[in-house]
């Protein structure tokens, strides 16, 4: 009988996620809801248990009381197997102090890659919105016999400024890797794409950690995987570099092939929303072959229209109510009520908002049970909403948790 590598997962979901202010004033970043029916963090659990991988720590931190009560009612793995998805906090276990970085996070959880003692460690953000299948990865790390892989996508040399850049050879090997440089190295391939990193990365266990008390030990070291661990790996040439657009997930179509986005700020987190709308979506959430699971067990009922109530080229979750409203190019969260007479346009509203008779919502993100009143306008005078709201660079008028305006 052929054996199985021994797998561990750990997803990195301390993240402050200030750049997502106000969505992330009450919750940690992963927390954040997306899409209507989910969480930023069932992305990459999803991707990970739909491949097979059920041995699975969420490292947590910043505000994280509803990250880990979502973790444990929503991705309980009950029964007496070895499978775990467990939220781990920040334990202090080697001293008095939180984690300083996303390498400090792992190496003051080392505990977790002793106990359960894996061959290879995977290591995920929670904070992407893609689909991909990681056992593709890990074969193919694997197979170079190199200690670390990196995922990288392919994104425009001119656009690529923006992201640590990686370096390879023909082979694949990760011959540098750079921060956010001016003159980005392009893919052996093509001129004029680069390799951005995922900040998805597979480990050897043992490598792993020589190379985590290595750096805990550099005083001038931010203790960061991307600008600490991974360069220590580069300069033994021992990183290889996975191309995410030859992960193949079942079900996906060519319009959302190698779809990744980091939602990081406002406007990419409204842009991200607005993908999932069109006729053929840029991201396809209907994908049943490789399903994000929605993890939300409220039992609501099927939305509801009802007083000519419409919604147009929109996504309405559970238990919605459109009541003589209209709703256009936007995404309703479960439980979102829309009075008569009341427009949403271009917009995102997540749980429990309720929007009042007449009141005018547009380009505008809605967060947690804020309560629009009757006759009340966002996302329409400018100025106006400059004196109340947080607004993107984007224009885009975001209204934080539990407000009423």
Known sequence: MKTQPNVLAIVLAGGEGKRL???TEDRA??????????????????????????????????????LDRHISQAWNLSGPTTQYIASV????????????????????????????????????????VYRMDP????????????????????????EASAFGCIEADAAGTITNFVEKPDNPPSTPDDPSMTYASMGNYVFNA????RALLEDEKNEA????????????FVSKQQAHVYDFMANEVPGATERDRGYWRDVGTIDSF???????????????????KWPIHSTDSTNLPPAKFVQNGIAQSSMVAAGCIISGGTVRNSVLAEDVHVADGATVEGSVLMPGVRVGRGAVVRHAIIDKNVVVSEGAIIGVDRARDEERYTISAGGVVVVGKNQTV
């Open 21 to 23: 202010f106000p969505l």
């Open 29 to 66: 970043k992963p927390a954040v809801p997306f899409g209507g029916a989910y969480r930023l963090v069932d992305f990459v659990l999803s991707n990970l248990v739909n491949a097979g991988f059920l041995k699975i720590a969420v490292l947590t931190q910043y505000k994280s009381h509803s």
């Open 89 to 128: 906090p920040a334990q202090q276990r080697r001293g008095k102090r939180w984690y300083t970085g996303s390498a400090d996070a792992i190496v003051q959880s080392l505990n977790l890659i002793n106990d359960e003692k894996p061959d290879y460690v995977i290591v995920f953000g929670a904070d992407h």
């Open 135 to 158: 056992g593709q990865m890990v074969a193919e790390h694997i197979a170079t016999g190199l200690e670390c892989s990196v995922a990288g996508i392919r994104v425009p040399r001119e």
């Open 206 to 209: 043992d490598a792993l950690k």
């Open 221 to 232: 070291s931010a203790h960061d995987m991307g600008g600490d661990i991974i360069p220590y």
């Open 270 to 288: 409204y842009e991200a929303h607005m993908d999932l709308i069109s006729v053929h979506p840029i991201f396809n959430l209907y994908n049943s």
